[in-house]
T-cell receptor, first 112, second 115 residues
Framework: KQEVTQIPAALSVPEGENLVLNCSFTDSAIYNLQWFRQDPGKGLTSLLL?????REQTSGRLNASLDKSSGRSTLYIAASQPGDSATYLCAVLNSGYSTLTFGKGTMLLVSP | DTGVSQDPRHKITKRGQNVTFRCDPI?????LYWYRQTLGQGPEFLTY????????KSRLLSDRFSAERPKGSFSTLEIQRTEQGDSAMYLCASSLSWGSYNEQFFGPGTRLTVL
């Protein structure tokens, strides 16, 4: 059974810092990995999707990497802003399956 | 493209009552998923449809839960005889079963509170 772990559970940084969020998964037979953002009481916004054959994806100030063999992904946020404050969730889609397995998320607070 | 929509956004009910939620997926998406999220946890899969066929159900989906997607477009999730443990955010997502690497797009969720 796939298990996804996100570290740290919470992170507080001052505005302008670069930061890294970590995601690990136990079964490396994945099809893709998605990073989501969730604001309090809201739904999920897809940030980046990395295919199993890719090593990284970039969107603006966000960069996600994937090391399938070691079961790890990182989300790098450059020059953080208060508007980045949210919970970030990592989810994997196993090969041969259609449903996502999520981590518990990292709650990020960026203070001005 | 209006994205995935869910209705209602919030529902408060008394224990023992039945509730029904609706999800409208992105129009061209043939797959539709239901997930449940409790406080401080990541979403957990409940069930999914491809077109009108319900292809998979989680063991979390007790016999009090039923989902339908009668015409392969919108879907409903009904909970009968609600219990306090059913209080959660119910999230709907949709995707294509081909191309796009099965990227799932989520709606705003329905927050259920059972008193």
């Amino acid at each position: 059974k796939q298990e996804v772990t996100q570290i740290p559970a919470a992170l507080s940084v001052p505005e302008g810092e670069n930061l890294v969020l970590n995601c690990s998964f136990t079964d490396s037979a994945i099809y893709n990995l998605q990073w989501f953002r969730q604001d309090p009481g809201k739904g999920l916004t897809s940030l980046l999707l990395i295919q199993s054959s890719q090593r990284e994806q970039t969107s603006g100030r966000l960069n996600a990497s994937l090391d399938k063999s070691s079961g790890r992904s990182t989300l790098y946020i450059a020059a953080s802003q208060p508007g980045d404050s949210a919970t970030y969730l990592c989810a994997v889609l196993n090969s041969g399956y259609s449903t996502l397995t999520f981590g518990k998320g990292t709650m990020l607070l960026v203070s001005p | 493209d209006t994205g995935v929509s869910q209705d209602p956004r919030h529902k408060i009910t008394k224990r023992g009552q039945n509730v029904t939620f609706r999800c409208d997926p992105i129009s061209e998406h043939n797959r539709l998923y239901w997930y449940r999220q409790t406080l401080g946890q990541g979403p957990e899969f409940l069930t999914y449809f491809q077109n009108e066929a319900q292809l998979e159900k989680s063991r979390l989906l007790s016999d009090r839960f039923s989902a339908e997607r009668p015409k392969g477009s919108f879907s409903t999730l009904e909970i009968q005889r609600t219990e306090q443990g059913d209080s959660a955010m119910y999230l709907c997502a949709s995707s294509l079963s081909w191309g796009s690497y099965n990227e799932q797009f989520f709606g705003p969720g329905t927050r259920l509170t059972v008193l």
